[in-house]
């Protein structure tokens, strides 16, 4: 997936809701907020701080409120995308024009720029122990060079690498998830690099 350098290129590349995207893009330059790319999509900021990013998917486009989980939302519009994943993130999803609700989203705006201002946030956790799943451990163990590569990668990538093999429920499936990953891994990648680089 091609990673975009400028809003305008990101806007031009999608196939579904160009237009409700370039709605959300006018409603959040019309907030103190500053507009950047990050992770290839449109990304706001205050004070040097995440607030809100747009993406655009098959069904749906959405807003992402990097502390979304500390916004009271009254609405319900907010939903944990990652469940189990995600501590801060939170989605909020569109399927039509109607549902751009532009003084609901500034509201939500404004109570995430005064989080900022009050020094409100949930940090990642950082240096967690990584819980390598028996079964990706013995294909590991195989191969020093596996076991290498495997301890050569970030901790976040090591950690995405265990949770999709245990969160595979059936024997045979970890398996294939760990023969579709070992070439991955090998090569240095992350379980998810190819979404962080649209």
């Known amino acids: ?12 590349g999608l196939e579904t809701f160009q237009a409700e995207v370039t709605r959300l893009r006018e409603i959040l330059q019309s907030t103190p907020l500053e507009e950047e790319v990050k992770w ?31 916004l009271k939302d009254e609405a319900g519009h907010l939903i944990n995308a990652g469940e189990g994943k995600t501590k801060a993130l939170r989605q909020w999803r569109l399927e039509k024009p109607a549902d751009i609700k532009v003084r609901a989203i500034k509201a939500y705006i404004k109570e995430a720029m005064a989080l900022v201002d009050d020094g ?21 163990s195989k191969k020093a060079a596996d076991k290498k590569a495997f301890a050569a990668l970030t901790p976040g990538k090591r950690r995405e690498y265990a949770n999709h093999i245990a969160e595979a429920k059936r024997p045979d499936t970890k398996l294939k998830r760990i023969e579709k990953i070992l070439p991955m891994i090998r090569s240095g990648a992350g379980l998810h690099d190819k979404y962080r680089n649209c």
Do not use: C, S
């Not at 997936?1 to 806007?11: A, D, L, Q, Y």
């Not at 706001?44 to 990097?66: M, P």
């Not at 956790?125 to 990706?136: C, F, K, S």
């Open 40 to 70: 290839g999509a449109p990304a706001y900021t205050y004070k040097g701080k995440n607030i809100v990013g747009i993406g655009a998917f098959k069904n749906h486009f959405a807003l992402w409120f990097h502390q979304g989980a500390l």
């Open 120 to 140: 409100k946030e949930i940090k990642p956790t950082r240096g967690a122990v990584v819980d390598v799943p028996a079964e990706l451990e013995a294909a590991l």
């Open 1 to 12: 997936m091609k990673r975009h350098k400028t809003v305008e290129e990101f806007v031009d």
